[in-house]
């Protein structure tokens, strides 16, 4: 276990985050030169840690005058040049922006705490700083940031009532439920945060004794690691952010294999603030990159028209329009909602009937893909991962299919599965894959999600309830959708002992079906 996971803890590391930060640096260098405005200072975060930041003023910024301040925590891994290219388009709109380097990465002090109290005191911290410092106006202040920094904005405001509005990119509002969905370690994901926050900054012995336990599948650690994730999950304080009443834009992408959508749809339904979510096709934080090189970014530009409405009062309308903005991945134009409920407003069953047995311990070749390259295939190319249907291995692989399809499905938000399960060991690991069969069988990847069980007494029948990934795709006419499951897929770590066998079954009484959300048309 400890090679394996090291290795490809080492490999993430190396094959993404040296190259996001090479490319940030390097592509960001030349408008932070551009724009000659940039003062880099150290603050004293919490407990008197030192932390790197940049501060950017607007041009010819009167000291007697009041600016709206926007603080960008960094995401994990990058340094504080990451945001300023648009930390400069910011200024120029009117801000004082102040970036920082969160405690343990680079050359900010400290070490690693994974949005923990000290990371969230900072964020305090460094607005104290701006309002001391700079000519920023205390009754208009606001949080943005991608992955790492989003996560800390969402908690920052729910801690300090300063913070009026707040864009949180690929962020998380449920960690645990991220990384650990369905009692399953998504070890691809954990093994890239791993991986880049040991090359590029210094974890506390906490955060490294959390890593190795969950790679370990320590059962008896597992109340704790639930614990320690609620103490970074903005979700546990909903109400404190509520109470405190900033407005939230939320943005994420269909396929993060970090910080699933499904997480950012449920905290969405929780909120009473002013708020927006979005969603759009790709990978964690790769609808938002090119906006970090100072491209046009549809995220960018939503997440400048929120503050600018919500902290200087601009009416850009965006506080009219739909709160809920999707964009398929299989389609051009964005779809407007009134809420996430009404999203997948219809909803049909695709029956699993009758009574399969499968295999464990061998992967049947359908999966999830490879962690950020699958999506990125998905989001530029419309490639997600693809499996023959007809020719997966019936005894690795539980396979159902609908009839062909009249007209075009739109499924939309999060399907469902419901069955009944059967294993002969008392643990294991099941990944339900929902697929758009073509008329050769060839199926693309729509959707999946793990699920793992333990202490089940073997031969007994039991109830499994699963939400799949939450999605937007367009099945087209002509095509099934398909089910399948197996109990092997490398994104996840998997529980089955060897000669596991698992019988799904479908009783009069309590039939099987996966519940598929549809856009009403």
Do not use: C
């Amino acid at each position: 276990m400890g090679h394996g996971r090291t290795t490809l803890r080492t490999a993430a590391a190396g094959a993404v985050s040296a190259a996001l930060i090479a490319g940030t640096v390097v592509g960001l260098a030349p408008a932070a030169q551009a724009a000659g405005s940039v003062r880099f200072v150290d603050i004293t975060g919490d407990g008197g840690t030192a932390l790197k930041a940049n501060v950017i003023t607007p041009a010819g910024a009167d000291a007697s005058h009041r600016y709206p301040l926007i603080v960008l925590p960094t995401s994990w891994g990058l340094p504080q040049v990451e945001y300023l290219a648009q930390a400069q388009k910011l200024a120029d709109a009117g801000y004082i922006v102040l970036t920082y380097n969160v405690r343990g990465f680079w050359q900010s002090g400290g070490q690693i705490e994974v949005a923990g109290p000290p990371d969230i005191a900072d964020a305090s911290k460094v607005i104290d700083w701006a309002l001391a410092n700079t000519p920023a106006d205390s009754r208009h202040i606001g949080m943005a940031g991608v992955s790492y920094g989003a996560g800390i904005s969402l908690l920052a405001a729910a801690h300090d009532p300063r913070i009026k509005a707040v864009a949180a990119l690929s962020g998380w509002a449920d960690l645990i439920g991220s990384i650990y969905s369905g009692r399953t370690q998504h070890v691809q994901a954990a093994a890239m945060l791993d991986g880049a926050g040991t090359v590029t900054g210094r974890e506390s012995p906490e955060v490294r004794q959390v890593f190795d336990d969950f790679y370990a599948s320590n059962l008896s650690k597992e109340q704790e690691l639930v614990e320690w994730g609620k103490k970074r999950s903005v979700g546990t304080y909903v109400d404190q952010l509520n109470r405190n009443n900033p407005a939230l834009l939320l943005a994420n992408a269909w396929g993060d294999t970090i910080f699933p959508a499904n997480q950012y749809a449920d905290f969405y339904e929780k909120l009473t603030v002013p708020k927006r979510l979005e969603f759009r096709p790709g990978d964690h934080a790769t609808a938002e990159i090119t906006g970090l090189f100072g491209l046009p970014n549809d995220v960018w530009t939503d997440t400048e028209r929120w503050l600018d409405h919500y902290l200087k009062g601009v009416d850009n309308g965006i506080d009219r329009e739909q709160p809920v903005q999707l964009k398929s991945r299989t389609s051009g134009g964005y779809e407007g909602y009134p809420d996430w409920k009404s999203v997948g407003a219809t909803r049909r069953k695709l029956a699993l009937a009758g009574s399969t047995t499968i295999h464990a311990n061998v992967d049947s070749g359908a999966d999830g893909g490879v962690i950020f390259l699958s999506s990125i295939l998905d989001q530029i190319a419309q490639l997600p991962p693809i499996a023959s249907i007809p020719l997966l291995p019936r005894r690795w692989a539980a396979v159902w299919q609908s009839e062909r399809y009249a007209g075009t499905q739109q499924v939309r938000g999060t399907a469902r599965l419901h069955t009944t399960l059967t294993p002969t060991k008392e643990s294991g690991t099941l990944v339900a894959y929902l697929y758009d069969v073509g008329p050769l069988g060839l199926g693309k990847l729509v959707t999946n999600a793990p699920y793992t069980w333990y202490d089940r007494t073997p031969g007994q029948a039991f109830d499994v309830d699963l939400d799949l990934f939450s999605t937007a795709y367009d099945v087209p006419a002509g095509h099934r959708l398909a089910l399948v499951v197996d109990t092997v897929d490398p994104l996840y770590i998997e529980h089955n002992p060897s000669g596991a066998q698992l019988t799904f079954s479908s009783p009069a009484n309590d039939p099987s079906y996966v519940d598929v959300p549809l856009r009403e048309q």
